[in-house]
């Protein structure tokens, strides 16, 4: 591959591939630790409700493994996700790390690198791309991609010149269309599987003899102009660590009205009874998602926002008819993933807003509650394993032992 020529888009390819810029402070390899046994839940989770265990995919390699991963990580919607750019990063990025190591002893030693290095590029390429992009295409297909690319070549051990070269051919690639998500049927988890899959074929590529496009960004065939990148920022923005942007979706419904309902139920457990009526405003971005026309109760804030109500518990959402006919849904200039939500009653009305949805201070005894609660009612007795393993890996323990109950775990 030429010289890179010092464009915007070039530059953060370098940056991206330089490791010793990479954050492995404490306070990040303590979220990484969360981060990943988020991951794993989900992932044991699924693992635990197939009926077959394995498929044509799992046993098909590092790069099947890497797509069998990503479905079963992202099956029933409850991984992490990045709300700075809306992506949904640990089920690509774990579940690339996660098909090398089992399969290549020697990638072990590079577990913790490869993971930091997989969020950061996620983060830092979606958000060169902009929002425009994210308004046309899957993000997390497309920036996650390039993320799979950074931590597949991380973890094979390649060089700063061959993780260029990956990031190039995954580049070259990308393509993850939005009407995946919207359709609100499980389709944007296969968008996680096929990043993984491209981001691993051009981390091996990259030193198998493929030739990577040399100018990938510019000129109107370029992925700025082909992609809709019209939103990226000024470059001294980037790179972004990722690591300190993802957060977890803690609430049994999607992403979306994680806020509505943590508003209902702070407002349910101050007795507005009985109830006259709920107004739930929501981001104008986030309506046309949540009018329960597609996917079921998952994705219909309304009756999210009665169960809310009826079970004073983010955590516990049953459907309910009751209080139905008493909520509206506005849509409103908020933020996505904000709510606000105002219960009336006979002695007055009272207003709740969350700007953000919960999940992204680790800190929080709230949110810590909160994860603990849907790790267990996940998988149960299997957390105190799940807890070990990740603390064992970001730590650093890469042992033949630890990779046996890993493989146990995850049925592979």
């Given at each position: 591959m030429?010289d890179?020529?010092e464009?915007?888009?070039?530059?953060?390819i370098?940056?991206?591939?330089d490791?010793s810029?990479l954050d492995?402070?404490n306070?990040s390899?303590k979220r990484?630790?969360?981060?990943?046994?988020?991951?794993?839940?989900?992932t044991?989770?699924?693992?635990?409700?197939?009926r077959?265990?394995?498929?044509?995919?799992?046993?098909d390699?590092v790069?099947g493994?890497?797509?069998w991963?990503?479905?079963q990580?992202?099956?029933?919607?409850?991984?992490?996700i990045?709300w700075?750019?809306g992506?949904?990063p640990?089920?690509?990025?774990w579940s690339?790390?996660f098909s090398?190591?089992?399969?290549?002893e020697?990638?072990?030693?590079?577990f913790?690198?490869a993971?930091l290095?997989?969020f950061?590029?996620?983060a830092?390429?979606?958000?060169f791309l902009g929002?425009?992009?994210?308004?046309?295409w899957?993000?997390?297909?497309?920036a996650?991609a390039?993320?799979a690319a950074?931590?597949?070549s991380?973890?094979f051990?390649?060089?700063?010149k061959a993780h260029r070269?990956?990031?190039?051919l995954?580049g070259?690639n990308?393509?993850?269309s939005?009407?995946?998500?919207?359709?609100?049927?499980?389709?944007?988890?296969f968008n996680?599987s096929s990043?993984t899959?491209?981001g691993?074929?051009?981390?091996m590529?990259?030193v198998?003899g493929?030739v990577?496009?040399?100018d990938?960004?510019?000129?109107?065939?370029g992925?700025l102009?082909m992609f809709?990148?019209?939103g990226?920022?000024d470059h001294s923005s980037?790179p972004?660590n990722g690591?300190?942007?993802?957060?977890?979706?803690l609430?049994?419904?999607?992403g979306?009205?994680?806020s509505?309902v943590?508003?209902?139920?702070r407002?349910?457990?101050?007795?507005?009874?009985?109830?006259?009526?709920?107004?739930v405003?929501?981001?104008?971005g986030a309506?046309?998602w949540?009018?329960g026309g597609?996917?079921?109760?998952?994705w219909?804030?309304?009756?999210?926002?009665?169960?809310?109500w009826?079970?004073k518990?983010?955590m516990?959402?049953?459907f309910?008819?009751?209080?139905?006919?008493?909520?509206?849904?506005i849509a409103?200039p908020?933020?996505v993933?904000?709510?606000?939500?105002t219960?009336?009653?006979?002695s007055g009305h009272?207003?709740e807003?969350?700007?953000a949805?919960?999940g992204a201070?680790?800190?929080d005894?709230?949110v810590?509650?909160?994860?603990n609660?849907?790790?267990?009612a996940?998988?149960?007795?299997?957390?105190?394993?799940?807890q070990?393993i990740?603390k064992?890996l970001?730590?650093?323990?890469?042992?033949p032992e630890?990779?046996d109950?890993?493989?146990?775990?995850?049925?592979h």
């Open positions: 030429a890179i020529v464009t915007r888009g070039n530059i953060l370098l940056e991206l591939s490791l810029t492995r402070t306070e390899l990484l630790e969360i981060l990943l046994i988020d991951y794993l839940v989900c044991v989770n699924a693992s635990n409700n197939l077959v265990k394995s498929s044509i995919l799992s046993d390699g790069i493994k890497g797509a991963l990503a479905l990580s992202s099956e029933g919607d409850r991984d992490d990045d700075t750019v992506t949904h640990g089920s690509v990025v690339t790390v090398i190591c089992l399969l290549h020697n990638a072990r030693e590079n913790k690198d993971a290095v997989g950061r590029t996620n830092s390429i979606a958000t929002v425009d992009h994210r308004t046309k899957h993000v997390t297909g497309t996650g390039f993320a950074s931590a597949a991380v973890a051990g390649h060089s700063d070269k990956a990031l190039q995954a070259a990308i393509g993850a939005t009407l995946a998500p919207r359709q609100r049927n499980g389709a944007a988890g996680r990043a899959a491209l691993i074929t051009s981390g590529a990259a198998g493929a990577a496009v040399e990938l960004w510019d000129g109107p065939y992925l102009a809709s990148a019209s990226f920022p980037l972004v690591v300190s942007t993802t957060s977890l979706r609430f049994p419904i999607t979306f009205a994680q509505a943590l508003a209902t139920a407002l349910a457990q101050r007795n507005f009874e009985p109830l006259e009526s709920l107004v405003n929501v981001a104008e309506m046309s949540l009018d597609a996917g079921g109760f998952w219909d804030v309304k009756a999210a926002v009665a169960a809310a009826a079970s518990d983010p516990s959402l049953t309910t008819n009751e209080y139905l006919d008493r909520i509206s849904v409103s908020l933020p993933g904000a709510a606000s939500v219960a009336k009653s006979a009272e207003i807003t969350v700007f949805p919960p201070d680790f800190d005894p709230s810590v509650e909160w994860m609660t849907k790790w267990r996940m998988i149960g007795a299997q957390l105190s394993e799940v070990e990740s064992a970001v730590a650093g323990s890469h042992s630890l990779w109950r890993i493989k146990r775990l995850m049925n």
